[in-house]
């Protein structure tokens, strides 16, 4: 069965640039979870929504950062007044269980932004 | 969210057994311990998680410990495929999964 999608799988942008990122998670999978991973580091977590609305958005670095999830399916990454250190692979997960911590996530590739 | 130690690398020889150690001293009661991997390239890959009894699927078996201050992720058989990061987390209610830095396994043909 399909996984999870992500595209872009590459963006380059200049400094100061709007991008969105957008996440297909597999079907029927009502949480959703955005990580992103520097380079030789483990992902860092961002957000969390369950459904339609963010559960946990503790991770996001500051107000540059907005992600949504409209109908409880696709969800976007957005980023604003891009700098150079958002430079990262921005990873994108699902998983079928809303609640409790028994459920394994499953990630796409993600997308490699890099800020120019 | 509790702590984990792993070593920072290992190595092992194609089709040996691997055993990767991880320490979580301050895991809570209901926290489950999951394993993932991360191939180059490649989002972390599920491998496998459990609560308090030994655990096998087909990638692997999770062997932890008595007391749950540690577990042992065992490939019973390395192939140049399980070359990757391996992660151990154990994970709370809180639903997101806290990675740390995870273990770098090296696969000699």
């Known amino acids: 069965g399909a996984g999870v999608s992500q595209t872009p799988s590459n963006k380059v942008t200049e400094k100061g640039k709007y991008v969105e990122l957008r996440c297909d998670p597999i079907?029927?999978?009502?949480?959703l979870y955005w990580y992103r991973q520097s380079l030789g580091q483990g992902p860092e977590f961002l957000i969390y929504?369950?459904?339609?609305?963010?559960?946990?958005d503790s991770g996001l670095p500051n107000d540059r950062f907005f992600a949504v999830r409209p109908e409880g399916s696709v969800s976007t990454l957005k980023i604003q007044r891009t700098e150079r250190g958002d430079s990262a692979v921005y990873l994108c997960?699902?998983?079928?269980?809303?609640?409790?911590?028994?459920?394994?996530?499953?990630f796409g590739n993600g997308t490699r932004l890099t800020v120019t | 969210d509790a702590k984990t130690t792993q070593p920072n690398s290992m190595e092992s020889n194609e089709e040996e057994p691997v055993h990767l150690p991880c320490n979580h001293s301050t895991i809570s009661g209901t926290d489950y311990i999951h394993w993932y991997r991360q191939l180059p390239s490649q989002g972390p890959e599920y491998v496998i998680h459990g609560l308090t009894s030994n655990v096998n699927n087909r990638m692997a078996s999770l062997a932890i410990a008595e007391d749950r201050k540690s577990s042992t992720l065992i490939l019973h058989r390395a192939t140049l495929r399980d070359a990757a990061v391996y992660y151990c987390i154990p994970r709370d209610a809180g639903n997101m999964l806290t990675f740390g830095g995870g273990t770098r396994l090296m696969v000699k043909p």
């Open positions: 929504f369950q459904g339609t609305g963010a559960a946990d």
């Open positions: 997960a699902s998983s079928l269980q809303p609640g409790g911590n028994n459920s394994p996530l499953h």
């Open positions: 079907s029927g999978h009502t949480a």
